[in-house]
């Protein structure tokens, strides 16, 4: 297995995936402090920066596109540490981190949570990167925190978890900033007395700027660190309200995922809290059901609509004209049901729910993944996936659904 040397002060980027174990000296990952015997991983689609606090052996396992590199003189990370250094040097406790997509926000958060365990503080960070969750699953605002310092994000133990249901922002934006100020001050009550937000890479077009804008506006931030030579500049006038305005360039030779690489990365994320999890039968008449159609409005006789339907009404609901039937329907009578009042039908097919990605959990309270398994509406029971085991009150549903490798196969909830 080869062996690295590195003098003190030398800094290196790995890219993974690689193997890393220290043999002897010390280094700097991403703020962490590692020492002699201490093991580490870089995920293949990811790159650390290792700065040798005093010279050291490293034994390096690399496979596939491993590589090592030293860090180019023009790199931004040390300039990171120094202005991590100095936002936390000058009180800021309460740090944002924007950018564009593959530009460091993660390592830099990374950063931002280990100096401030460095510090004898007690941290929390939040994700609210929907599409590329790194502390909780796909779709869901989480906190995460660590009495210890991380490689990275993913190893922060989830503490609390929010369900937004999509991975794009672009229609959920108030409601991640809802997520967000709550996870904080329930953070703030709970006795920690830093945060650091990750956002999302949202920021190509003039809404992701205003979103960010309200974001911050309505999260009130001591200090934001923007990433990406695209946005310096925009943020900037913030500081006439107070606010610390740390601008940086994206790292030199940044490693870019495409959009298959980021699919695989959220089946992953998807994968660590669905795999292995059992059913739970859940009453629908105790239970408060969001995001779909055929749990909104009034529910609909079947007896009144079934003689003018060929076929078998199992459920229904109408809402605002329209009728939303689960059942097994060949056809249907548009005149007779347009004087009862219904001038748009959707059908939805028994089994079209399976694997249909939510979460459960009580009112105003955590929220968990899970994924459904059957609607059965004659039982009027749900019948979920889930490793919750705490009361269920509330379910929510997405427009997602997982392949039985928890691939996102299609975002609409299909009807004909």
């Known amino acids: 297995m080869p062996l690295l040397k590195l003098d003190p002060g030398e800094a290196v980027k790995l890219y993974g995936p690689m193997h890393v174990t220290l043999r002897s000296g010390c280094l700097d990952v991403h703020g962490k402090i590692v020492k002699p015997g201490e093991k580490f991983t870089v995920h293949k689609t990811r790159n650390y920066v290792v700065v040798a606090d005093e010279a050291s052996e490293l034994e390096v396992s690399m496979i596939e596109d491993s590589q090592i590199q030293s860090l180019d003189p023009s790199d931004p990370y040390l300039l990171k540490i120094k202005l991590v250094d100095d936002a936390l040097n000058k009180g800021y406790r309460k740090i944002m981190v924007l950018g564009c997509v593959d530009c460091g926000k993660t390592s830099l958060t990374t950063i931002l949570f280990n100096k401030m365990i460095s510090r004898g503080l007690k941290p929390v960070a939040v994700d609210s990167d929907v599409g590329q969750a790194d502390i909780g699953p796909p779709c869901f605002v989480t906190m995460g925190s660590s009495t210890k310092q991380v490689y990275w994000l993913s190893e922060l133990e989830p503490i609390y978890m929010r369900f937004i249901g999509d991975n794009k922002p672009q229609y959920y934006g108030h409601a ?151 059942g097994v329907v060949r056809g249907y009578n548009v005149e007779e049901l347009k004087k009862l009042g219904f001038e748009k039908i959707k059908v939805y097919t028994p089994g079209f729910e399976k694997n249909l990605y939510c979460s459960i959990g009580e009112v105003g309270s955590i929220d968990y993944p899970c994924l459904i398994e059957k609607f059965n509406f004659e039982n009027r029971e749900i019948v979920v996936k889930t490793k919750y085991t705490g009361r269920a009150r509330v379910l929510k549903l997405s427009r997602i659904k997982l392949s039985e490798n928890y691939i996102e196969e299609y975002l609409e909830v299909g009807g004909q």
């Open 176 to 326: 991640i900033i809802y997520e967000t100020i709550l996870l904080s001050n329930i953070a703030l009550s709970k006795g920690y007395d830093s945060i650091v937000v990750d956002t999302d890479g949202w920021v190509k077009d003039e809404s992701g700027i205003l979103h960010k804008v309200l974001f911050i506006e309505r999260f009130k931030p001591d200090a934001i660190f923007v990433l990406g030579e695209e946005l310096q500049g925009v943020f900037r006038d913030l500081s006439k309200v107070g606010v610390g305005v740390y601008e940086l360039p994206a790292p030199i030779h940044r490693k870019t995922r495409s959009r298959e690489e980021r699919r695989l990365l959220r089946s992953l994320r998807y994968s660590v809290f669905l795999e292995n999890a059992g059913f739970t039968k859940l009453k629908m008449d105790d239970l408060v059901v969001i995001g779909h159609p055929l749990f909104t409005g009034r529910e609909v006789d079947a007896n009144t609509i079934s003689q003018f339907i060929d076929g078998r009404v199992i459920y229904a609901t109408g809402f605002s004209g329209a009728l939303h039937i689960y």
